[in-house]
């Protein structure tokens, strides 16, 4: 029976690498079922790669619900990470309490993720521990803050910010994160904060030593031309294979090469 608690903390304890890879539907995910990746993220960076919007905040808990269901369905040997959207929980506990207990009553998600490292943040990480609902957090650029972080900017650059999000990395594991994201942060913040907490680090854009990676699927896949960003590695170039692949349909299309004899249904 898969547990991410258990199947995280043991790739700690061994120091084997633990990746993580974005997915939003039952097509992809059952590709993914098939590969050896640890973990799928149904990230709330839907907002930006599925729905076309530039942030991540219009994303609703019934749109997380909806994708980590037909997540869920294609990959069921994967532990599955649903994130919390914006507003789901920034306006209480008890709020955050039944946005995370209704993701993981109405889908099969094994934890949720939590963005911040408030007061309120770090008590509803506590409660939803004592209820039994696991919490990955997520910290340096927490894209729900873009607002207010003047951007999507690298995050723990001066000493002050380095030092707080060392120190809240620690109170986020004390009450009861599993494993903690670190988005755009340092290499070397990455590595101090991963040797200085029990859990599992993972990191995008946070460098080589974090316990693990996270990239969501499309940049991996280059399905987006126009996304460069220094910290991305692409394995594939979709962008161009599937303008390909649409551009000769049309092509066989107009010029009557399909379908062909062999497509049609004989009387
Ligand atoms: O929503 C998401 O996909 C994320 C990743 C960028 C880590 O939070």
Redesign the pocket.
Known sequence: MKNIILEFKKKKETNTPISVI?CYDYSFAKLFAQTEVDSI?V????GNVIQGHGS?MPVTLDDIIYHTNAVCRGASNKTIIA?MPFLSYQTSVSDGIRAAGTIMKETKADCV?LEGDSDLVIELTQRLNEIGVPVMS?LGLT?QSFNTLGGYKVQGKTPESRARMIQKSKELVDAGAFAV?F?MIPESLGKEITESISVPTIG?GAGRYTSGQ?L?MQDLLGMNDEFHPKFLKKYANFADDIKKAVGDYHDDVVKHLFPGEENGFKD
């Not at 990230?43 to 839907?46: A, K, L």
């Open positions: 974005t993220l990230g709330d960076s839907m991540t994130d993720k997520h894209p994201l988005e995008i996270v969501v």
